[in-house]
T-cell receptor
Framework: AQSVTQLDSHVSVSEGTPVLLRCNYS??????LFWYVQHPNKGLQLLLK??????LVKGINGFEAEFKKSETSFHLTKPSAHMSDAAEYFC?????????????FGRGTQLTVWP | DTEVTQTPKHLVMGMTNKKSLKCEQH?????MYWYKQKAKKPPELMFV???????INESVPSRFSPECPNSSLLNLHLHALQPEDSALYLC????????????????FGEGSRLTVL
């Protein structure tokens, strides 16, 4: 089974500054990894995914994440925060080729963007 | 815009009521999910349907009854709920590739906000 740890429950940045949201995973299998964003009273939207191709993954809205197997990390970054980025972000993992369809979520990181 | 549609968006019910949440997707996905999400928490898996068959029930109380009438529709029937069942209920779908299993990428609806009085 997978285990996902989001290291920060809350991150605050100023508009125009870089964003870093940290995620570590723990698994004995090769995982598929995902970042989802959730705006208030909305469902989850997929930002990006890693499924064993390039280790640097580019997603929507200027976000990217780098898979580092040696560090078991999949941190989410964005060079310049925008006010519209303020939301809850969830890192998640799945066993690649799983026959169970189970997705493991981290606890979430609330991103606040100050003007 | 989401390709997974959930109705109703908001539902208020008493503890003796019977109601249903509905979910529909037309992406040809053969796996569909119900998640429960409390405020400031990650979604918690409730049920997984694969090819219209229930494959995972995460020990959910029987007052929640899922149904998958066909590959595009997923229902959650609610009866005799408790106030602590108030939450955002999210439906999701994903591809299942023959011989490779689940892709892991879920497509979520916007959720049904349930309040139990």
């Amino acid at each position: 089974a997978q285990s996902v740890t989001q290291l920060d429950s809350h991150v605050s940045v100023s508009e125009g500054t870089p964003v870093l949201l940290r995620c570590n995973y723990s698994s004995s299998y090769s995982p598929s990894l995902f970042w989802y964003v959730q705006h208030p009273n909305k469902g989850l939207q997929l930002l990006l995914k890693y499924t064993s191709a390039a280790t640097l993954v580019k997603g929507i809205n200027g976000f990217e994440a780098e898979f580092k197997k040696s560090e078991t990390s999949f941190h989410l970054t964005k060079p310049s925060a925008h006010m519209s980025d303020a939301a809850e972000y969830f890192c998640s993992a799945a066993d690649r080729g799983s026959t169970l369809g189970r997705l493991y979520f981290g606890r979430g990181t609330q991103l606040t963007v100050w003007p | 815009d989401t390709e997974v549609t959930q109705t109703p968006k908001h539902l208020v019910m008493g503890m003796t009521n019977k109601k249903s949440l509905k979910c529909e997707q037309h992406m040809g996905h053969r796996a569909m999910y119900w998640y429960k999400q409390k405020a400031k928490k990650p979604p918690e898996l409730m049920f997984v349907y694969s090819y219209e068959k229930l494959s995972i029930n995460e020990s959910v109380p029987s007052r929640f009854s899922p149904e998958c009438p066909n590959s595009s529709l997923l229902n959650l029937h609610l009866h005799a709920l408790q106030p602590e069942d108030s939450a955002l209920y999210l439906c999701a779908s994903s591809q299942v590739i023959i011989g490779q299993g689940y892709t892991g990428e879920l497509f979520f609806g916007e959720g049904s906000r349930l309040t139990v009085l």
